[in-house]
T-cell receptor, first 116, second 112 residues
Framework: GAGVSQSPSNKVTEKGKDVELRCDPI?????LYWYRQRLGQGLEFLIY????????KSGLPSDRFSAERTGESVSTLTIQRTQQEDSAVYLC??????????????FGDGTRLSIL | GEDVEQSLFLSVREGDSSVINCTYT??????LYWYKQEPGAGLQLLTY?????DMKQDQRLTVLLNKKDKHLSLRIADTQTGDSAIYFC????????????FGAGTRLAVHP
Protein backbone atom coordinates (compact mmCIF):
# COMPACT_ATOMS: atom_id res chain seq x y z
CA GLY A 1 0.00 0.00 0.00
CA ALA A 2 0.92 3.63 -0.24
CA GLY A 3 0.49 4.53 3.41
CA VAL A 4 2.65 4.35 6.52
CA SER A 5 2.86 0.75 7.65
CA GLN A 6 3.51 -0.31 11.24
CA SER A 7 4.11 -3.74 12.66
CA PRO A 8 3.07 -5.55 14.67
CA SER A 9 -0.41 -4.10 15.01
CA ASN A 10 -0.67 -5.58 18.50
CA LYS A 11 2.00 -6.75 20.91
CA VAL A 12 1.50 -8.31 24.32
CA THR A 13 4.59 -8.99 26.39
CA GLU A 14 5.66 -9.60 29.95
CA LYS A 15 7.13 -6.88 32.10
CA GLY A 16 10.90 -6.80 31.80
CA LYS A 17 11.08 -8.04 28.21
CA ASP A 18 12.43 -5.98 25.32
CA VAL A 19 10.21 -5.06 22.37
CA GLU A 20 10.86 -3.75 18.88
CA LEU A 21 8.29 -1.80 16.92
CA ARG A 22 8.67 -1.21 13.22
CA CYS A 23 7.62 1.61 10.94
CA ASP A 24 7.74 1.68 7.12
CA PRO A 25 7.24 5.26 5.97
CA ILE A 26 5.80 6.35 2.67
CA UNK A 27 8.40 6.15 -0.07
CA UNK A 28 10.15 9.47 -0.53
CA UNK A 29 9.28 10.76 2.94
CA UNK A 30 12.54 11.77 4.52
CA UNK A 31 11.02 12.92 7.81
CA LEU A 32 9.79 10.32 10.29
CA TYR A 33 8.20 10.77 13.72
CA TRP A 34 7.32 8.49 16.61
CA TYR A 35 4.51 9.36 19.03
CA ARG A 36 3.02 7.58 22.03
CA GLN A 37 -0.70 7.63 22.80
CA ARG A 38 -1.73 6.48 26.24
CA LEU A 39 -5.32 5.42 26.80
CA GLY A 40 -7.65 8.40 26.68
CA GLN A 41 -4.86 10.87 26.00
CA GLY A 42 -3.41 12.80 23.13
CA LEU A 43 -0.21 11.98 21.35
CA GLU A 44 3.16 12.59 22.99
CA PHE A 45 6.08 13.29 20.69
CA LEU A 46 8.96 10.86 21.15
CA ILE A 47 11.54 11.35 18.40
CA TYR A 48 12.02 12.91 14.96
CA UNK A 49 14.25 11.64 12.17
CA UNK A 50 15.40 13.57 9.15
CA UNK A 51 16.94 10.91 6.95
CA UNK A 52 18.79 8.60 9.30
CA UNK A 53 19.79 11.24 11.81
CA UNK A 54 17.67 12.18 14.79
CA UNK A 55 17.95 15.91 15.49
CA UNK A 56 15.26 15.75 18.17
CA LYS A 57 15.11 12.92 20.70
CA SER A 58 13.71 15.13 23.42
CA GLY A 59 10.51 13.15 23.84
CA LEU A 60 12.07 9.80 24.66
CA PRO A 61 10.88 9.21 28.24
CA SER A 62 13.88 7.27 29.51
CA ASP A 63 17.09 5.59 28.43
CA ARG A 64 15.13 2.36 28.02
CA PHE A 65 13.74 3.88 24.81
CA SER A 66 15.81 4.10 21.64
CA ALA A 67 15.14 4.37 17.93
CA GLU A 68 17.04 3.83 14.72
CA ARG A 69 16.39 4.49 11.09
CA THR A 70 18.01 2.92 8.07
CA GLY A 71 18.63 5.55 5.44
CA GLU A 72 15.34 7.15 4.54
CA SER A 73 13.29 4.04 5.07
CA VAL A 74 12.43 1.72 7.91
CA SER A 75 12.62 2.83 11.54
CA THR A 76 12.54 0.69 14.66
CA LEU A 77 11.60 1.86 18.14
CA THR A 78 13.05 -0.33 20.86
CA ILE A 79 11.88 -0.42 24.45
CA GLN A 80 14.14 -2.34 26.82
CA ARG A 81 13.06 -3.85 30.13
CA THR A 82 9.44 -2.91 29.54
CA GLN A 83 7.33 -1.57 32.38
CA GLN A 84 3.56 -1.50 32.72
CA GLU A 85 3.50 2.26 32.16
CA ASP A 86 4.88 1.62 28.68
CA SER A 87 1.50 0.21 27.67
CA ALA A 88 0.17 2.50 24.95
CA VAL A 89 -0.37 2.81 21.23
CA TYR A 90 2.83 3.81 19.44
CA LEU A 91 2.18 5.80 16.30
CA CYS A 92 4.57 6.54 13.49
CA UNK A 93 4.19 9.36 10.98
CA UNK A 94 6.17 10.42 7.94
CA UNK A 95 6.31 13.47 5.75
CA UNK A 96 8.32 15.01 2.96
CA UNK A 97 10.86 17.58 4.15
CA UNK A 98 9.73 21.14 4.62
CA UNK A 99 7.48 23.13 6.86
CA UNK A 100 3.93 22.02 7.36
CA UNK A 101 1.19 22.28 6.23
CA UNK A 102 2.48 21.85 2.72
CA UNK A 103 4.09 18.66 3.91
CA UNK A 104 1.61 17.17 6.38
CA UNK A 105 2.42 14.18 8.53
CA UNK A 106 0.81 10.93 7.42
CA PHE A 107 0.13 8.50 10.25
CA GLY A 108 0.21 4.72 10.42
CA ASP A 109 -2.44 2.76 12.33
CA GLY A 110 -0.11 2.27 15.27
CA THR A 111 1.14 -0.63 17.38
CA ARG A 112 -0.91 -1.36 20.48
CA LEU A 113 1.56 -2.46 23.16
CA SER A 114 0.31 -4.16 26.30
CA ILE A 115 2.68 -5.00 29.14
CA LEU A 116 1.45 -7.69 31.53
CA GLY B 1 6.28 24.63 27.56
CA GLU B 2 3.49 24.38 25.07
CA ASP B 3 0.14 23.06 26.22
CA VAL B 4 -2.98 22.28 24.18
CA GLU B 5 -6.30 21.62 25.89
CA GLN B 6 -9.64 20.31 24.68
CA SER B 7 -12.91 19.27 26.23
CA LEU B 8 -13.10 15.49 26.32
CA PHE B 9 -16.58 14.69 25.10
CA LEU B 10 -19.30 16.12 22.85
CA SER B 11 -22.65 14.60 21.97
CA VAL B 12 -24.79 15.94 19.12
CA ARG B 13 -27.87 14.94 17.20
CA GLU B 14 -27.49 13.85 13.60
CA GLY B 15 -27.98 16.84 11.28
CA ASP B 16 -26.99 19.42 13.89
CA SER B 17 -23.73 21.35 13.88
CA SER B 18 -20.86 20.27 16.13
CA VAL B 19 -18.37 22.71 17.59
CA ILE B 20 -15.17 21.34 19.09
CA ASN B 21 -13.02 23.79 21.02
CA CYS B 22 -9.31 23.93 21.75
CA THR B 23 -7.08 26.34 23.68
CA TYR B 24 -3.31 26.62 23.66
CA THR B 25 -0.74 28.43 25.72
CA UNK B 26 2.13 29.25 23.34
CA UNK B 27 1.44 32.44 21.41
CA UNK B 28 4.14 31.62 18.88
CA UNK B 29 2.09 29.03 17.06
CA UNK B 30 2.69 28.78 13.34
CA UNK B 31 0.23 26.17 12.17
CA LEU B 32 -2.74 24.63 13.94
CA TYR B 33 -4.35 21.38 12.84
CA TRP B 34 -7.38 19.24 13.34
CA TYR B 35 -6.97 15.46 13.08
CA LYS B 36 -9.64 12.77 13.19
CA GLN B 37 -9.09 9.33 14.69
CA GLU B 38 -11.54 6.51 14.17
CA PRO B 39 -11.42 3.39 16.39
CA GLY B 40 -8.31 1.29 15.80
CA ALA B 41 -6.98 3.63 13.15
CA GLY B 42 -4.25 6.20 12.85
CA LEU B 43 -4.81 9.92 12.56
CA GLN B 44 -6.31 11.54 9.49
CA LEU B 45 -5.51 15.17 8.81
CA LEU B 46 -8.81 17.03 8.40
CA THR B 47 -7.77 20.62 8.00
CA TYR B 48 -5.29 23.20 9.18
CA UNK B 49 -5.01 26.94 9.62
CA UNK B 50 -2.02 29.20 9.49
CA UNK B 51 -1.65 31.54 12.44
CA UNK B 52 -2.10 34.69 10.34
CA UNK B 53 -5.60 33.59 9.34
CA ASP B 54 -8.73 33.77 11.46
CA MET B 55 -11.06 31.54 9.50
CA LYS B 56 -10.89 28.72 7.01
CA GLN B 57 -13.77 26.83 5.42
CA ASP B 58 -13.50 23.46 3.73
CA GLN B 59 -16.82 21.91 2.71
CA ARG B 60 -18.63 21.02 5.97
CA LEU B 61 -15.69 22.09 8.13
CA THR B 62 -15.07 25.60 9.41
CA VAL B 63 -12.01 26.45 11.49
CA LEU B 64 -12.00 29.62 13.57
CA LEU B 65 -8.86 30.99 15.19
CA ASN B 66 -8.83 33.69 17.86
CA LYS B 67 -5.16 34.47 18.38
CA LYS B 68 -5.79 36.98 21.15
CA ASP B 69 -7.58 34.37 23.24
CA LYS B 70 -5.45 31.48 21.91
CA HIS B 71 -8.62 29.66 21.01
CA LEU B 72 -9.24 27.37 18.05
CA SER B 73 -12.52 25.74 17.08
CA LEU B 74 -13.73 23.22 14.53
CA ARG B 75 -17.32 23.41 13.36
CA ILE B 76 -18.82 20.46 11.50
CA ALA B 77 -22.03 21.34 9.69
CA ASP B 78 -24.81 18.76 9.22
CA THR B 79 -23.06 16.23 11.47
CA GLN B 80 -23.44 12.62 10.35
CA THR B 81 -22.98 9.31 12.19
CA GLY B 82 -19.80 8.81 10.18
CA ASP B 83 -18.36 11.85 11.91
CA SER B 84 -18.30 9.98 15.22
CA ALA B 85 -14.62 9.81 16.18
CA ILE B 86 -12.00 11.46 18.35
CA TYR B 87 -10.88 14.87 17.13
CA PHE B 88 -7.43 16.13 18.04
CA CYS B 89 -6.26 19.70 17.99
CA UNK B 90 -2.51 20.02 17.37
CA UNK B 91 -0.03 22.80 16.76
CA UNK B 92 3.45 23.53 15.61
CA UNK B 93 4.99 26.07 17.96
CA UNK B 94 8.19 28.07 18.17
CA UNK B 95 11.31 26.11 17.37
CA UNK B 96 9.26 23.01 16.77
CA UNK B 97 9.75 22.67 13.01
CA UNK B 98 7.34 19.80 12.38
CA UNK B 99 6.99 18.61 15.97
CA UNK B 100 3.29 18.47 16.70
CA UNK B 101 1.90 19.16 20.17
CA PHE B 102 -1.48 17.47 20.62
CA GLY B 103 -4.47 18.03 22.84
CA ALA B 104 -6.01 15.03 24.60
CA GLY B 105 -8.76 14.73 21.99
CA THR B 106 -12.52 15.30 21.98
CA ARG B 107 -14.74 12.26 21.53
CA LEU B 108 -17.66 13.20 19.28
CA ALA B 109 -20.75 11.01 19.56
CA VAL B 110 -23.49 11.51 16.97
CA HIS B 111 -26.90 10.10 17.82
CA PRO B 112 -30.10 9.86 15.74
Amino acid sequence: GAGVSQSPSNKVTEKGKDVELRCDPISGHTALYWYRQRLGQGLEFLIYFQGNSAPDKSGLPSDRFSAERTGESVSTLTIQRTQQEDSAVYLCASSRPGQQPNQPQHFGDGTRLSIL
Amino acid sequence: GEDVEQSLFLSVREGDSSVINCTYTDSSSTYLYWYKQEPGAGLQLLTYIFSNMDMKQDQRLTVLLNKKDKHLSLRIADTQTGDSAIYFCAGVFSGGYNKLIFGAGTRLAVHP
